[in-house]
């Protein structure tokens, strides 16, 4: 009958994590973190910078020329010495100024002078569609034979664009001209190209001086030039035109003024005059009460006078001084045909690109990390399970099925996966200090975790050391080592070993223990039991209590960690001792690691 020995406790092993440690982020951890999603984050940066490039190359360029004007203050003589008044009204001088500057009529002045309307050249600044972006990457890349296929799809943006700015302007209390119940296309086409101007212009206060920047981008290097020192022209002009308008104006209301005050002069001339005629110089008539004196006839007369003598002065004065009016500014520099364009801007385009991508690259990787709840690393081991990590096997390529193949170690001794295995079998070994470990069980959450191969494996290396090794195939749902080695092979010699299939005995079997084939295991001196998984419907547990240790095996980034500790549970609850965990299809490997162990375990 198959006996259990009563193992004992590893002494270091442990049962309960230290959630301390769990609060800290230690280096380890940070650079498992890196050369996990390393590559994932630098693909990101990648397409980011990629996005970036497609983004320049199928763009339009956009050129900026810039024209400066200065606002000459008009402050008065007395208020030179009050610097704080002078801030103050300078402020808003200039900030009145540059309203002036973006107003619609100085667009529309620049609009009438270089016949805008009418300028195949001024197109909008909005980029092209996505489809017309995708045309000029098949034509660069000489997958296509013209740069685009056609402008429809740069006209249906301008239209959706152009009713978008209609709407935007009827919510705001603009009244469209409307002839035959429909938009007048005229008054259409001029609202748009207003827009389009408006979307171009920029105008900013160099710093604290009376100077302003008029920055205008097109996508036409010299009409932006030509814009920018038009607008500067007509923000002058409008100047001008106000100046003169208001002194018009001034001038129309003095002569009004003046020929109303003649009158008025010459009216109460005359009454002083009849007045003298009638009464014969005499002061006043003793016998009327009523009516004026002389004296305030010829008050008025004068009074009327020196008004009129008043306006008429200040008219000639008018007169003389209006061929003389300047404008509040000046232009300073003149706007160049810009050399570079100015958008896209490359290396900052390319840079925002990469760094938009490693940043979304990192946060992704963040939210995998956090979110995985699979065994990836030795303290993930340790914290979840309570357990040690015994070995890492990595995934051996040119391989029929599986991670592995059964009988690895003897293919190849001195690989990774040998020396790892090798490892775990001296851990088991060691498990109990009075060596009686001679029953192993392998075990696993999952039926494809590779605990088959495991088996089989450490089979070869118990026989390969020379012990009489036998290797049983209690997973009856998925009895690949049976498949493998022929399910009649009962105690065939089978690579140094010998073989038990899942045909020949029962898990039941093993639990009652009443089976003439399992009287003879007495005679091995190592037996490894390839035990159901915990998804199968086997009683695993009843067997894997019969076992003098069980080592888990899990797949490294899949098996969840729900199982496994389920798994752990349920073998806590049987008492069975268990060494440690074995990972498999490990990818990220050292082999450095495995010699620094090798090496510890030598000493």
Not at 342 to 354: D, E, N, Q, W
Request: charged share 25%; aromatic share 8%.
């Amino acid at each position: 009958m198959l006996e259990r020995s009563q193992v004992q406790v590893i002494p270091g092993q442990r049962f309960f994590s230290d959630s301390r440690d769990r609060d800290y982020i230690k280096f380890s951890d940070i650079k498992q973190f890196l050369w996990r999603f390393a590559p994932f984050i630098f693909s990101c940066a990648a397409i980011g910078g990629a996005l970036g490039l497609f983004y320049i190359v199928t763009g339009d360029p956009i050129y900026t020329a810039r024209t400066q004007i200065l606002i000459e203050p008009k402050i008065p003589q007395l208020l030179n010495q009050q610097s704080e008044i002078n801030l103050s009204l300078d402020t808003s001088q200039v900030e009145t100024q540059i309203a002036v500057l973006r107003s619609e009529k100085i667009a529309n002045m620049v609009i009438d002078e270089l016949d805008l309307m009418n300028n195949s050249r001024f197109t909008p600044l909005s980029g092209a569609p996505l489809s017309v972006r995708f045309e000029r990457l098949w034509y660069l890349l000489g997958l296509s034979s013209t740069p685009t296929r056609s402008t429809e799809a740069m006209e249906a943006a301008r239209r959706a664009a152009r009713e978008r700015r209609l709407r935007a302007g009827s919510e705001q209390g603009e009244r469209p001209v409307i002839k035959d119940g429909e938009i007048d296309p005229e008054f259409e086409k001029r609202r748009e190209v207003v827009w389009n101007f408006e979307d171009g212009l920029s105008v900013s206060r160099a710093g604290v001086s009376y100077a302003i920047d008029i920055w205008f981008q097109a996508r036409d290097p010299e009409l932006a030039a030509r814009i920018a020192n038009a607008t500067a022209g007509a923000f002058v002009r409008e100047q001008l035109e106000t100046r003169t308008e208001a002194a018009s104006e001034g001038l129309r209301w003095l002569e009004s003024r003046i020929q109303e005050v003649r009158g008025q002069m010459n009216h109460a001339t005359k009454m002083a005059q009849e007045f003298r005629a009638r009464h014969d110089f005499s002061i006043r008539d003793p016998q009327s009460q009523e009516g004026p004196t002389l004296e305030e006839l010829e008050v008025t007369a004068e009074t009327y006078r020196k008004m009129y003598e008043s306006l008429l002065a200040a008219f000639t004065s008018s007169v003389n001084q209006q061929p003389y009016l300047i404008a509040d500014a000046r232009v300073i520099s003149e706007a160049t045909r810009p050399l570079v364009q100015s958008h896209p801007r490359k290396t900052l385009t390319m840079a925002f690109g990469v760094t938009a991508g490693l940043l979304i690259g990192l946060g992704l990787a963040i939210a995998r990390q956090l979110t995985d709840r699979s065994l990836r690393t030795h303290r993930q081991v340790q914290d979840e399970l309570g357990l040690d990590a015994i070995a890492e096997l990595p995934v051996v390529r040119l391989r029929g099925h599986g991670f592995g193949r059964f009988l690895e170690v003897q293919r190849k001794p001195h690989s990774t996966f040998t020396r790892s295995l090798r490892e775990a079998m001296r851990t088991i070994m060691v498990a109990d200090p009075t060596g009686s470990v001679r029953v192993i069980g392998v075990v696993s959450a999952l039926p494809t975790d590779g605990k088959s191969t495991v088996a089989c494996n450490l089979a070869a290396i118990s026989a390969g050391a020379g012990k009489r090794t036998l290797l049983i195939d209690a997973d009856s749902d998925k009895p690949v080592l049976s498949r493998y080695f022929g399910k009649d092979a009962r105690r065939q010699e089978t690579g140094g070993f010998s073989f038990l299939p899942s045909s020949s005995i029962q898990v039941h079997e093993l639990i009652m223990g009443g089976s003439h084939a399992l009287t003879s295991c007495k005679d091995y001196q190592c037996i490894i039991v390839n035990l159901p998984p915990l998804t199968s419907d086997v009683p695993f547990v009843e067997a894997a209590g019969l076992v003098d240790a069980v080592v888990i095996v899990a797949e490294w980034a899949r098996t969840p960690v729900e199982m496994l500790t389920e798994l752990v549970d349920e073998l806590r609850s049987a008492k069975v001792s268990m060494p440690g965990v074995i990972m498999t299809k490990v990818r990220s490997l050292s082999s450095l690691r495995y010699r620094k162990r090798l090496f510890w375990w030598a000493r």
